[in-house]
C-alpha cells in the first residue's frame, strides 16, 4: 500500500524514514554528495512512499508545477531501499504517482530526470525520451516526459 501526503501532513517520524531511505540510497550507495538534497522542495511536494515495518521501502517525490524546474508536474528522488529491490515495487510505486497526478493535481504531463540505467522502467510507464544523455551529479541522465 502507497501512501500519498503532502509535506505538511507528514509526521515526523514518516519524513525521518524518508530522509533515512533518501540518504541511504542517495549518498551511501550513489555517492551523491555534491547536491543537497534538502532543496526546499519537499515543502511544496507530494510524498508518495510505502512502509514496511515501521521504514520506507520506496519513494519519490510529486513536485506541482509551480514550483517544478518543467513546465509539468515533475516526480524525484525515485528509489526502492536495497532489502526491496527486483519486487515490481518501483514500478507499483510510479503507477500510483502517475495516478495521483491525473486524478488528483488534474494534469495530464509530467517530466523527470531520469538515471539512465533505470529508463526503461519509466518507458514501460509510457514515458518518452525528450533530451540527449546529460551528466548530474556524475550519473548519466536522460530527461524524459509522459
Known amino acids: 500500500m502507497f501512501l500519498v501526503k503532502h509535506f505538511k501532513d507528514l509526521t515526523v517520524n514518516e519524513f525521518y524514514e524518508i530522509a533515512k531511505a533518501r540518504y541511504d540510497v542517495f549518498a551511501c550507495e550513489q555517492k551523491i554528495t555534491m547536491e543537497n538534497d534538502f532543496d526546499n522542495v519537499d515543502k511544496n511536494s507530494y510524498h508518495i512512499f510505502s512502509m514496511d515495518n515501521g521504514i520506507v521501502t520506496s519513494y519519490a517525490r510529486i513536485i506541482p508545477c509551480e514550483f517544478s524546474n518543467y513546465d509539468d508536474v515533475s516526480i524525484g528522488r525515485v528509489l526502492v531501499i536495497k532489502n ?20 488528483d493535481l488534474k494534469e495530464e504531463h509530467i517530466t523527470l530526470s531520469a538515471q539512465y540505467y533505470i529508463k526503461n522502467l519509466y518507458s514501460s510507464l509510457g514515458f518518452k525520451e525528450i533530451s540527449p544523455i546529460y551528466d548530474e551529479c556524475n550519473i548519466p541522465h536522460v530527461k524524459m516526459r509522459l
Open 84 to 103: 526491496y529491490r527486483n519486487k515490481h515495487l518501483a514500478k507499483n510505486l510510479m503507477t500510483k504517482a502517475i495516478e495521483f497526478v491525473k486524478n
